[in-house]
């Protein structure tokens, strides 16, 4: 069992950056690739980036490649979103999620909200 904690989300000015936090709890943690997926309103959830158990492996979707960095620390048992050049369609609730869209264990959502 994971559970997953997000943080850090906030209202930032286009160009800015975020970076948001996902405390997880769980002794099986460090075995799993971990996601960040977004939802902005009207529209389907998305991926945004992978990290895998190691972290020596990462993907980004298109849309935030050399603008977001994933990474993870499994000592403190979280992973982290770098957001920089914050667009106003980066906005959207960001989730936290182990395993895969298909896996049972996601966060509760931090809001991203980019203004222009």
């Known amino acids: 069992q994971v559970q997953l904690v997000e943080s850090g989300g906030g209202l930032v000015q286009a160009g800015g950056s975020l970076r948001l936090s996902c405390a997880a709890s769980?002794?099986?943690?460090?075995?799993?690739?971990m996601n960040w997926f977004r939802q902005a309103p009207g529209k389907e959830r998305e991926f945004v980036a992978r990290?895998?158990?190691?972290?020596?492996?990462?993907t980004y979707a298109d849309s935030v490649k050399g603008r977001f960095t994933i990474s993870r620390d499994n000592v403190k048992r979280t992973i982290y979103l770098q957001m920089n050049s914050l667009k106003p369609e980066d906005t959207a609730v960001y989730y936290c999620?182990?395993?895969?869209?298909?896996?049972?264990?996601w966060g509760q959502g931090t809001q991203v909200t980019v203004s222009s």
């Open positions: 769980g002794r099986t943690f460090s075995t799993y690739a």
């Open positions: 999620n182990a395993g895969g869209y298909s896996s049972k264990y």
């Open positions: 990290i895998s158990w190691s972290g020596g492996s990462t």
